[in-house]
């Protein structure tokens, strides 16, 4: 019977899969024919949910597969290719082959069915819309053109599990029917005995005290009446304990009730005493201490710094003030949420007390010194009150950063964070609070600077260079009124053609009165102070303008590569990005993204999500200086990605390492598997570009073909240049090493 209903249910399964590949077949002729491939994975994935299918997979006309969804319980199960499974079977009948899994010993039918399309798999000419159109049109009789095949690998032992558990089943009806008449047998039986076991055990209740039950026995009269005076008795035997009991507790009541009056009084004055002291604490502490790390305050610090200074004037000796700031605590804070946030602070506190000793300490005459305190947000302060020298400051201040740099877990995630710290001396560099706290923050402003995990003392040199900030931060707000920006485009060669393949836009500040002003110095600060979209938007307004005049002038540049800041990479970006294109009238094709690594993975479902709007929209997308980030392959194959760029600090001194050549080639076949193109920048010598040319980049930029040149310059190389004989050149130079 087991035979017979696995074959009658896989006679089926295979009809069902027919039916529902017929009855979607224009889902299926519009998905591959546009290479939809969030369509077809959606319908590979609702094939494989049956539990007898182990994968499903579709191809094009060519044979080539382009979508498959594999059971995650099964993904050892190899897929013979499908000239294999079709051998013996013509190209437009629906096949099943019967196979035995080399890797898994699992028996498999595999199924492939036909999907046939109206119109040519090789026209390209036809859109969305007209295709929709010509499918459902009165003229659609018949499919006319082979579009594919769907593919189904259906598991015999799953098929065969589901009929053994049908085969249970009818085994577990029969015994439960037999079993069924012996309980009525027994149950018939019961039925006479249970007045009496009743009876029975109702005596052993009532003589064990138990009164506050009814009983009900059914059966012969004779047997309803003993349940009648069994009640009445019990009834009875129960009032009278109830008295007994209600009296005892009279009694008890007045014998204590004073008592209880003293203590109640008693109790009260106490709590009236201790609430009073809590009072007066929680007061002191909401003025004085921060709720969260139990440090002292703002307000409690800056009061006892101030009779700290009177103290050390008086004493004649130094101070050191510590003023602490956790580098990217915002972004841990943003990513992780408030609490994570909270209890960064609260390990962060609790280091920082564990790191100052007593010894570092001369105590106030009321016995209270609090040298850590929580300065507001992720700001703590340290004072050290008796210091013999200067650089005792900083050995204090290397402990901390020790202290705070070990891992932290939190939620089972291991994270790392690391303090800038600024130290300001007094009498040195101030004798009252508020002086000596600015320059404490001065000097922390210039840790981070200098690339942050650091201490500075404090100087007078860096007043000068804050002023010095401040007026580039002005002129930088004036740069794009006083029209000193301009786009360099340093340009993309093909290494077999010489042909310019594109070119990168750069952005340059020409300052009126110093000159050209390195994009190193001044977008740091944009970023810092926020115009960094406002520059953004004009280099790309500025670009697609510009290459639009390149097309119109037939000039031979197919694209233009264009950075975007992760600042400017948000939410809106895209539509931002759309409006320039429509407002310029530019192909979208012409333009592409370039995203660094820590832009891309900063929120990696986000940025698809975004990535793939750039794509709809019809812009290219591309992976600046690769290599330098935390990027994986796994992740990079999510995303629409359409180039990768090797960055130049991998191509520099490439012969002089090993490990550098082999991690070259790594991105390059990284690049490869990932069917992406591949563009090398920093390119400066021969050497350079054959290596690259041999191990299959296609397209360079760098020096040896020409720096960024400004939009004047480089049109006139757009039309002049002569990179074909300076690759042919640069390849007979190699012959000719290689003859010698």
Known sequence: MVKTEYQARKSRLIES????????????????????????????????RDNAIDYAMIYDHTGKTVSETIDPAHSAVSTPSLEIVRNDFDGYDTAYVTRT???????????TLPVFTLASPVDTRINRKKYTD?????????????AGYMRLGINEQQLRGGITVFARKVATLGGGIVLASILLAWETSRRITKPLSKLVKAAEDISHGKLDTKFSLTGSSEVREISTYLNMIVESIASHKTQVEVDNQLLSLKVNERTTELSERNEELNRAIEEANQAKNRMKQLAYLDSLTSLPNRRFFTEQLETLLQTAKYRQHSLALLFIDLDNFKRINDSLGH????????????????CVRASDLTYLDTGETYPISRFGGDEFTVVLNQIDQPESAGTIAERLLEALSQPIIIDNQEFVITPSIGIALAPEHGSDC????????????????????????????????????????????????????????????????????????????HHSKKGYISPVEFIAVAEEIGIIGELGEWVLEQACEQMKMFQEDNLPVPQLSVNVSSLQFNDDFGRRLQNIICRTGLDPQAIVVELTEGIIMHNVHETIARLREL????????????????????????????????????????DKSKNKTSLVLAIIAMGKSLNLE???????????????????????????????????????????????????????????????
Not at 25 to 45: G, P
Not at 717 to 736: C, G, M, T, V, Y
């Open 17 to 48: 899969f027919e039916h529902q590949v017929k009855s979607a077949v224009h889902q299926f002729q519009i998905a591959i024919y546009f290479r939809d491939t969030t369509v077809l994975e959606q319908l590979t994935a609702n094939f494989a």
């Open 101 to 111: 899994d080399q890797l898994t010993n699992a028996n498999y039918v595999d199924l």
């Open 134 to 146: 010509l499918i459902t049109s009165q003229e659609a009789k018949q499919s006319r053109h082979f």
């Open 339 to 354: 609490n994570a946030g909270d209890l960064l602070l609260k390990e962060c506190a609790a280091r920082l007390s564990s």
């Open 434 to 509: 508020q002086t000596l706290l600015k320059h404490a923050d001065t000097a922390m402003y210039h840790a981070k600077k200098q690339g942050k995990n650091s201490y500075q003392y404090y100087s007078s040199d860096m007043e000068q260079a804050d002023i010095a900030r401040l007026q580039l931060e002005t002129d930088l707000r004036k740069a794009l009124q006083r029209e000193e920006l301009e786009l360099h485009y340093q340009p993309q060669v093909d290494v077999v053609t010489g042909e310019i393949a594109g070119a990168e836009v750069l952005l340059r500040w």
């Open 615 to 654: 794509r709809d929209i019809g812009v290219r997308l591309s992976v600046d200086d690769f290599g330098t980030g935390y990027s994986s392959l796994s992740y990079l194959s999510r995303f629409p990605l359409n180039e990768l760029k090797i960055d130049k600090s991998f191509i520099i001194d490439f």
């Open 678 to 740: 591949l563009v090398a920048e920093g390119i400066e010598t021969e050497e350079q570009f054959l290596f690259l040319k041999e191990n299959g980049v296609r397209v360079v930029q760098g020096y040896l073909f020409s720096k960024p040149l400004p939009m004047k310059d480089f049109h006139s190389l757009l039309k002049s240049h002569n990179f074909p004989e300076k690759i042919q050149e640069i390849s007979s130079d190699k012959r000719a090493s290689k003859v010698a």
